[in-house]
Protein backbone atom coordinates (compact mmCIF):
# COMPACT_ATOMS: atom_id res chain seq x y z
CA UNK A 1 0.00 0.00 0.00
CA UNK A 2 1.19 3.22 -0.99
CA UNK A 3 2.00 5.49 1.87
CA UNK A 4 0.31 9.34 2.58
CA UNK A 5 -0.65 9.08 -1.62
CA UNK A 6 -2.90 12.39 -1.07
CA UNK A 7 0.64 14.33 0.21
CA UNK A 8 2.35 13.05 -2.67
CA UNK A 9 -0.07 14.02 -5.37
CA UNK A 10 -0.93 17.57 -3.79
CA UNK A 11 2.50 18.46 -1.94
CA UNK A 12 5.97 16.89 -2.81
CA UNK A 13 8.15 18.30 -1.06
CA UNK A 14 6.19 17.62 2.32
CA UNK A 15 5.70 14.33 0.88
CA UNK A 16 9.49 13.35 0.44
CA UNK A 17 10.50 15.00 4.32
CA UNK A 18 7.88 12.94 5.70
CA UNK A 19 8.73 9.58 3.60
CA UNK A 20 12.70 10.67 4.25
CA UNK A 21 11.74 10.58 7.74
CA UNK A 22 10.02 7.24 8.01
CA UNK A 23 12.73 5.66 6.52
CA UNK A 24 15.33 7.32 8.80
CA UNK A 25 13.25 5.22 11.68
CA UNK A 26 13.04 2.16 9.37
CA UNK A 27 16.72 2.25 9.30
CA UNK A 28 18.34 3.57 12.06
CA UNK A 29 17.85 2.97 15.83
CA UNK A 30 16.18 5.07 18.29
CA UNK A 31 17.86 5.85 21.60
CA UNK A 32 16.70 9.20 22.59
CA UNK A 33 15.05 8.46 25.73
CA UNK A 34 12.14 11.03 25.22
CA UNK A 35 11.07 9.46 21.81
CA UNK A 36 9.35 6.14 21.05
CA UNK A 37 7.05 4.46 18.44
CA UNK A 38 3.39 4.92 18.28
CA UNK A 39 0.82 2.40 16.79
CA UNK A 40 -0.80 2.63 13.87
CA UNK A 41 -3.76 3.16 16.04
CA UNK A 42 -2.25 6.04 17.47
CA UNK A 43 -1.53 7.53 13.90
CA UNK A 44 -4.72 6.64 12.84
CA UNK A 45 -6.90 8.59 15.45
CA UNK A 46 -4.34 11.69 15.08
CA UNK A 47 -5.21 12.27 11.59
CA UNK A 48 -8.75 11.59 11.75
CA UNK A 49 -11.36 13.80 11.33
CA UNK A 50 -11.83 15.31 15.07
CA UNK A 51 -8.83 17.80 14.02
CA UNK A 52 -11.49 19.96 12.72
CA UNK A 53 -13.59 20.63 15.63
CA UNK A 54 -13.47 23.62 18.15
CA UNK A 55 -14.01 21.83 21.32
CA UNK A 56 -13.79 24.67 24.33
CA UNK A 57 -14.05 23.79 27.37
CA UNK A 58 -14.67 19.98 29.10
CA UNK A 59 -17.21 17.75 28.31
CA UNK A 60 -20.41 18.63 29.17
CA UNK A 61 -19.09 22.33 28.87
CA UNK A 62 -18.28 23.45 26.06
CA UNK A 63 -18.96 26.72 24.31
CA UNK A 64 -19.53 25.34 21.01
CA UNK A 65 -22.04 22.59 19.60
CA UNK A 66 -22.14 19.89 17.63
CA UNK A 67 -19.87 18.17 20.95
CA UNK A 68 -21.17 14.54 21.19
CA UNK A 69 -18.30 12.66 19.44
CA UNK A 70 -16.14 15.21 21.53
CA UNK A 71 -17.46 14.80 24.32
CA UNK A 72 -17.14 10.89 24.34
CA UNK A 73 -14.07 10.54 23.35
CA UNK A 74 -12.18 13.25 25.83
CA UNK A 75 -14.05 11.57 28.65
CA UNK A 76 -12.67 7.91 27.37
CA UNK A 77 -9.31 9.70 27.54
CA UNK A 78 -9.95 11.31 31.33
CA UNK A 79 -11.03 7.63 32.68
CA UNK A 80 -8.54 5.58 31.12
CA UNK A 81 -5.76 7.91 32.33
CA UNK A 82 -7.39 8.06 36.06
CA UNK A 83 -7.02 3.98 35.92
CA UNK A 84 -3.70 4.17 34.63
CA UNK A 85 -2.06 6.06 37.32
CA UNK A 86 -4.64 5.65 40.46
CA UNK A 87 -5.81 9.13 40.22
CA UNK A 88 -9.13 10.99 40.75
CA UNK A 89 -8.71 13.33 38.25
CA UNK A 90 -7.50 13.94 35.07
CA UNK A 91 -7.23 17.11 32.56
CA UNK A 92 -5.95 15.51 28.97
CA UNK A 93 -5.96 18.90 27.21
CA UNK A 94 -2.03 20.29 27.82
CA UNK A 95 -0.54 20.09 24.07
CA UNK A 96 2.46 19.16 25.86
CA UNK A 97 4.54 18.49 28.70
CA UNK A 98 5.77 22.32 28.96
CA UNK A 99 1.87 23.42 29.03
CA UNK A 100 1.37 21.46 31.26
CA UNK A 101 3.90 22.51 33.96
CA UNK A 102 2.63 26.11 33.34
CA UNK A 103 -0.63 25.17 33.99
CA UNK A 104 -0.19 23.36 36.99
CA UNK A 105 2.31 26.87 38.17
CA UNK A 106 -0.60 29.11 36.98
CA UNK A 107 -3.01 27.04 38.99
CA UNK A 108 -1.29 26.60 42.09
CA UNK A 109 1.29 29.91 42.49
CA UNK A 110 0.99 33.58 42.63
CA UNK A 111 2.86 35.63 40.86
CA UNK A 112 6.94 35.92 42.69
CA UNK A 113 6.29 32.60 44.74
CA UNK A 114 8.84 29.78 45.58
CA UNK A 115 9.07 26.90 43.67
CA UNK A 116 12.43 24.46 44.94
CA UNK A 117 13.00 21.93 41.57
CA UNK A 118 15.89 19.79 40.85
CA UNK A 119 19.02 21.49 39.22
CA UNK A 120 19.03 21.38 35.19
CA UNK A 121 22.74 20.44 34.96
CA UNK A 122 22.01 17.75 37.89
CA UNK A 123 19.60 16.32 35.51
CA UNK A 124 16.32 18.70 35.77
CA UNK A 125 14.28 20.24 33.24
CA UNK A 126 13.95 23.78 31.44
CA UNK A 127 10.06 24.07 32.85
CA UNK A 128 11.81 23.68 36.49
CA UNK A 129 13.14 26.79 36.55
CA UNK A 130 15.87 27.44 34.48
CA UNK A 131 16.56 31.10 33.99
CA UNK A 132 16.36 30.97 29.95
CA UNK A 133 12.44 30.81 30.81
CA UNK A 134 10.33 33.25 31.05
CA UNK A 135 8.91 31.14 34.18
CA UNK A 136 11.61 32.85 35.86
CA UNK A 137 10.04 36.44 35.53
CA UNK A 138 6.85 35.38 36.95
CA UNK A 139 8.07 32.72 39.78
CA UNK A 140 11.12 32.69 42.11
CA UNK A 141 12.82 28.91 41.50
CA UNK A 142 15.15 27.56 43.89
CA UNK A 143 17.44 24.23 43.26
CA UNK A 144 18.41 21.10 44.70
CA UNK A 145 21.34 18.64 43.09
CA UNK A 146 23.00 15.19 44.28
CA UNK A 147 24.82 14.98 46.74
CA UNK A 148 26.58 12.31 45.29
CA UNK A 149 27.04 12.50 41.45
CA UNK A 150 28.58 8.73 41.50
CA UNK A 151 25.63 7.36 43.32
CA UNK A 152 22.92 9.90 42.11
CA UNK A 153 22.02 10.09 45.87
CA UNK A 154 19.98 13.12 46.52
CA UNK A 155 20.86 15.48 48.92
CA UNK A 156 17.63 15.40 51.22
CA UNK A 157 19.22 17.02 54.03
CA UNK A 158 19.83 20.31 52.25
CA UNK A 159 16.81 20.25 50.37
CA UNK A 160 15.20 20.39 53.47
CA UNK A 161 17.43 22.72 55.16
CA UNK A 162 16.46 25.28 51.49
CA UNK A 163 12.99 24.35 51.85
CA UNK A 164 12.70 25.67 55.59
CA UNK A 165 14.67 28.56 54.33
CA UNK A 166 12.83 29.61 51.12
CA UNK A 167 9.34 28.33 51.73
CA UNK A 168 8.21 26.99 48.50
CA UNK A 169 4.99 26.69 47.61
CA UNK A 170 5.79 24.09 45.31
CA UNK A 171 8.44 21.24 46.20
CA UNK A 172 8.97 19.62 42.70
CA UNK A 173 10.17 16.48 41.93
CA UNK A 174 11.20 14.95 38.69
CA UNK A 175 13.56 15.07 36.17
CA UNK A 176 14.79 15.00 32.10
CA UNK A 177 18.40 13.60 32.85
CA UNK A 178 18.14 11.86 35.68
CA UNK A 179 19.15 8.04 35.72
CA UNK A 180 17.82 6.60 39.75
CA UNK A 181 14.15 6.63 41.37
CA UNK A 182 13.67 9.39 43.90
CA UNK A 183 12.70 8.67 47.28
CA UNK A 184 8.97 10.01 47.29
CA UNK A 185 8.47 9.70 50.76
CA UNK A 186 11.13 11.98 52.04
CA UNK A 187 9.64 14.53 49.04
CA UNK A 188 6.05 14.55 50.64
CA UNK A 189 7.40 14.72 54.63
CA UNK A 190 9.81 17.81 53.37
CA UNK A 191 6.70 19.47 51.57
CA UNK A 192 4.21 19.14 54.73
CA UNK A 193 7.30 19.96 57.06
CA UNK A 194 6.55 23.40 54.99
CA UNK A 195 3.35 23.56 53.82
CA UNK A 196 3.95 23.09 50.27
CA UNK A 197 2.07 21.30 47.64
CA UNK A 198 4.15 18.19 46.65
CA UNK A 199 4.38 17.94 42.81
CA UNK A 200 5.93 15.28 40.35
CA UNK A 201 6.83 15.62 36.98
CA UNK A 202 6.76 12.15 35.55
CA UNK A 203 6.92 12.53 31.89
CA UNK A 204 9.71 10.68 31.61
CA UNK A 205 8.64 7.76 33.61
CA UNK A 206 4.86 7.45 33.01
CA UNK A 207 4.58 4.25 31.37
CA UNK A 208 6.91 3.00 33.82
CA UNK A 209 4.44 3.44 36.17
CA UNK A 210 1.73 3.04 34.39
CA UNK A 211 3.71 -0.61 33.53
CA UNK A 212 3.82 -1.13 37.06
CA UNK A 213 7.76 -1.01 36.48
CA UNK A 214 8.53 1.43 39.11
CA UNK A 215 7.09 3.19 42.29
CA UNK A 216 3.93 5.93 41.77
CA UNK A 217 4.27 9.09 43.36
CA UNK A 218 0.74 9.00 44.45
CA UNK A 219 1.13 6.02 46.63
CA UNK A 220 3.52 8.10 48.82
CA UNK A 221 1.22 11.16 48.77
CA UNK A 222 1.88 13.38 46.02
CA UNK A 223 -0.96 16.17 45.49
CA UNK A 224 0.01 16.54 41.70
CA UNK A 225 1.47 14.68 38.85
CA UNK A 226 2.33 16.19 35.16
CA UNK A 227 3.53 14.42 32.66
CA UNK A 228 3.60 13.96 28.87
CA UNK A 229 2.08 11.15 27.50
CA UNK A 230 4.51 10.24 24.68
CA UNK A 231 8.15 8.89 25.76
CA UNK A 232 8.07 5.76 27.90
CA UNK A 233 3.87 5.83 27.59
CA UNK A 234 4.18 5.62 23.98
CA UNK A 235 1.46 7.52 22.93
CA UNK A 236 1.08 10.86 21.16
CA UNK A 237 3.07 14.13 21.77
CA UNK A 238 1.17 15.73 24.43
CA UNK A 239 0.51 16.72 28.51
CA UNK A 240 -1.44 15.63 30.92
CA UNK A 241 -2.34 16.80 34.51
CA UNK A 242 -3.21 14.25 37.77
CA UNK A 243 -4.30 14.51 40.55
CA UNK A 244 -5.89 12.18 43.66
CA UNK A 245 -8.58 13.20 46.26
CA UNK A 246 -8.18 16.56 45.97
CA UNK A 247 -11.02 18.28 44.46
CA UNK A 248 -10.10 21.89 45.08
CA UNK A 249 -6.66 21.81 43.19
CA UNK A 250 -8.71 19.66 40.30
CA UNK A 251 -11.15 22.78 39.67
CA UNK A 252 -7.26 24.72 39.50
CA UNK A 253 -5.76 22.65 37.18
CA UNK A 254 -8.85 22.71 34.77
CA UNK A 255 -9.18 26.87 34.84
CA UNK A 256 -5.78 27.36 34.52
CA UNK A 257 -5.66 24.77 31.65
CA UNK A 258 -8.80 26.41 29.94
CA UNK A 259 -9.52 29.36 30.03
CA UNK A 260 -6.43 30.00 31.64
CA UNK A 261 -3.41 28.88 29.67
CA UNK A 262 -5.22 27.75 26.48
CA UNK A 263 -8.07 27.92 23.99
CA UNK A 264 -9.40 24.72 21.96
CA UNK A 265 -7.87 21.13 23.28
CA UNK A 266 -6.97 19.53 20.11
CA UNK A 267 -9.49 16.60 19.86
CA UNK A 268 -7.65 14.75 16.86
CA UNK A 269 -4.77 14.36 19.90
CA UNK A 270 -6.76 13.68 23.02
CA UNK A 271 -8.21 10.92 21.03
CA UNK A 272 -4.54 9.40 20.15
CA UNK A 273 -4.26 9.78 23.88
CA UNK A 274 -7.39 7.66 24.71
CA UNK A 275 -5.67 5.31 22.19
CA UNK A 276 -2.62 5.01 24.48
CA UNK A 277 -4.01 4.63 27.45
CA UNK A 278 -5.91 1.49 26.03
CA UNK A 279 -2.84 0.03 25.23
CA UNK A 280 -0.97 1.05 28.45
CA UNK A 281 -4.04 -0.83 30.40
CA UNK A 282 -3.08 -3.97 28.37
CA UNK A 283 -1.03 -6.85 30.44
CA UNK A 284 1.62 -6.65 27.55
CA UNK A 285 2.49 -3.04 28.55
CA UNK A 286 3.47 -4.34 31.62
CA UNK A 287 5.76 -6.77 29.79
CA UNK A 288 6.99 -3.59 27.79
CA UNK A 289 7.92 -1.51 31.05
CA UNK A 290 9.91 -4.17 32.57
CA UNK A 291 11.56 -5.03 29.63
CA UNK A 292 12.51 -1.19 29.41
CA UNK A 293 14.16 -1.76 32.64
CA UNK A 294 16.11 -4.98 31.74
CA UNK A 295 17.66 -3.59 28.45
CA UNK A 296 18.36 -0.10 30.17
CA UNK A 297 20.37 -2.43 32.60
CA UNK A 298 21.92 -4.50 29.55
CA UNK A 299 23.84 -1.68 28.18
CA UNK A 300 24.72 -0.21 31.35
CA UNK A 301 26.52 -3.23 32.19
CA UNK A 302 28.75 -2.89 28.50
CA UNK A 303 29.14 0.70 29.53
CA UNK A 304 30.52 -0.29 32.68
CA UNK A 305 32.47 -2.85 31.63
CA UNK A 306 34.58 -0.44 29.11
CA UNK A 307 35.02 2.03 31.92
CA UNK A 308 33.08 4.42 30.69
CA UNK A 309 31.79 6.89 33.39
CA UNK A 310 28.08 6.85 33.98
CA UNK A 311 26.12 9.49 36.27
CA UNK A 312 24.94 7.78 39.12
CA UNK A 313 27.19 5.28 38.50
CA UNK A 314 24.35 3.44 36.23
CA UNK A 315 20.40 3.51 35.86
CA UNK A 316 17.76 2.14 37.52
CA UNK A 317 15.24 3.62 35.34
CA UNK A 318 15.18 3.77 31.45
CA UNK A 319 17.62 6.15 30.06
CA UNK A 320 21.55 6.48 30.86
CA UNK A 321 23.89 9.52 31.16
CA UNK A 322 27.21 9.01 30.16
CA UNK A 323 30.68 11.00 30.35
CA UNK A 324 32.17 10.31 26.80
CA UNK A 325 34.00 12.91 26.88
CA UNK A 326 36.52 12.02 30.10
CA UNK A 327 35.96 8.53 29.49
CA UNK A 328 36.92 8.32 25.71
CA UNK A 329 37.90 11.70 24.57
CA UNK A 330 35.06 12.79 22.71
CA UNK A 331 32.94 15.55 23.08
CA UNK A 332 28.52 15.04 23.29
CA UNK A 333 28.14 16.88 20.38
CA UNK A 334 31.31 14.63 18.07
CA UNK A 335 29.71 11.47 19.93
CA UNK A 336 25.86 12.71 18.89
CA UNK A 337 27.19 13.28 15.10
CA UNK A 338 29.18 10.37 15.33
CA UNK A 339 26.68 8.00 16.12
CA UNK A 340 24.42 8.98 14.13
CA UNK A 341 26.34 8.48 10.81
CA UNK A 342 25.98 4.56 12.03
CA UNK A 343 22.52 5.00 12.74
CA UNK A 344 22.23 5.35 15.99
CA UNK A 345 20.31 8.14 17.17
CA UNK A 346 21.19 9.83 20.63
CA UNK A 347 21.41 13.65 21.92
CA UNK A 348 24.41 15.43 23.50
CA UNK A 349 23.94 16.19 27.49
CA UNK A 350 25.34 17.93 29.90
CA UNK A 351 26.52 16.35 32.77
CA UNK A 352 26.58 17.16 36.42
CA UNK A 353 28.62 20.25 36.97
CA UNK A 354 30.16 20.07 33.16
CA UNK A 355 32.66 22.83 32.51
CA UNK A 356 31.38 22.45 29.03
CA UNK A 357 29.06 24.53 26.69
CA UNK A 358 25.68 22.59 26.83
CA UNK A 359 25.54 22.94 22.99
CA UNK A 360 29.04 20.66 23.08
CA UNK A 361 28.89 19.17 26.30
CA UNK A 362 30.65 16.37 27.98
CA UNK A 363 28.08 13.84 27.97
CA UNK A 364 25.92 12.11 25.94
CA UNK A 365 21.82 10.39 27.08
CA UNK A 366 20.42 7.50 25.50
CA UNK A 367 17.92 5.13 26.69
CA UNK A 368 15.30 1.83 25.79
CA UNK A 369 11.84 2.87 25.01
CA UNK A 370 11.81 2.75 21.66
CA UNK A 371 14.31 -0.64 20.75
CA UNK A 372 12.36 -1.89 23.34
CA UNK A 373 9.07 -1.55 21.53
CA UNK A 374 11.16 -2.91 18.60
CA UNK A 375 11.11 -6.25 20.53
CA UNK A 376 14.64 -5.81 21.24
CA UNK A 377 15.61 -7.73 24.64
CA UNK A 378 18.92 -8.14 26.73
CA UNK A 379 21.09 -9.45 24.28
CA UNK A 380 20.27 -6.69 21.25
CA UNK A 381 20.82 -3.59 23.58
CA UNK A 382 23.98 -5.19 25.03
CA UNK A 383 25.18 -5.55 21.28
CA UNK A 384 23.99 -1.87 20.33
CA UNK A 385 26.09 -0.41 23.23
CA UNK A 386 29.07 -2.62 22.63
CA UNK A 387 28.79 -0.78 18.91
CA UNK A 388 28.45 2.55 20.40
CA UNK A 389 31.53 2.63 22.58
CA UNK A 390 33.23 0.32 19.53
CA UNK A 391 32.51 3.15 17.47
CA UNK A 392 33.15 6.15 19.97
CA UNK A 393 36.51 4.50 20.74
CA UNK A 394 38.00 4.62 17.26
CA UNK A 395 36.39 7.55 15.70
CA UNK A 396 38.09 7.84 13.00
CA UNK A 397 37.71 4.22 11.26
CA UNK A 398 35.62 4.72 8.51
CA UNK A 399 35.75 1.27 7.69
CA UNK A 400 34.42 0.33 10.94
CA UNK A 401 31.98 3.16 10.93
CA UNK A 402 30.26 1.11 7.60
CA UNK A 403 30.56 -2.02 9.08
CA UNK A 404 28.40 -1.02 12.56
CA UNK A 405 25.66 0.92 9.78
CA UNK A 406 25.54 -2.14 8.19
CA UNK A 407 24.54 -4.10 11.33
CA UNK A 408 22.85 -1.28 12.40
CA UNK A 409 20.36 -1.97 9.29
CA UNK A 410 20.38 -5.76 9.74
CA UNK A 411 19.04 -5.20 13.56
CA UNK A 412 16.65 -3.05 12.12
CA UNK A 413 15.22 -5.17 9.34
CA UNK A 414 15.03 -7.93 11.91
CA UNK A 415 13.05 -5.82 14.61
CA UNK A 416 10.95 -3.73 12.65
CA UNK A 417 9.02 -0.85 13.73
CA UNK A 418 5.53 -2.60 14.86
CA UNK A 419 2.37 -2.04 13.67
CA UNK A 420 -0.12 -2.74 16.37
CA UNK A 421 0.79 -3.26 20.27
CA UNK A 422 -2.06 -4.86 21.90
Do not use: W
Not at 202 to 228: E, Q, R, S
Not at 396 to 401: A, G, L, Y
Amino acid sequence: MELFPHIKRQDTAVYRAITGEEKRQAEGLELIPSENYVSRAVREANASSLTNKYSEGYPGRRYYGGQEYTDAVETIAIERAKKLFGATFANVQPHAGAPANIGMYFGLLEPGDTVLGMDLSHGGHLTHGHPVTYLTKIFRFVRYKMKNVETGEIDYDEMRKVAKKEKPKILLAGYSAYPRELDYAKFVKIAEEVGAYSVMDVAHIAGLIAGKAVKNPFDYGFDVMTTTTHKTLRGPRGGMILTRENADIAKKMDKAIFPGLQGGPLMHNIAAKAVCFGEALSPKFRVYAKQILKNAKAMEKVFAKHSVRMIAGGTSNHLILADVYGSLGISGKDAETLLDEVGITLNKNSIADDTRSPMDPSGIRFGTPAITTRGFKEKESARVAEIMVETLKHKTDKKRHRVAREEIRRLCKKFPIPASFV
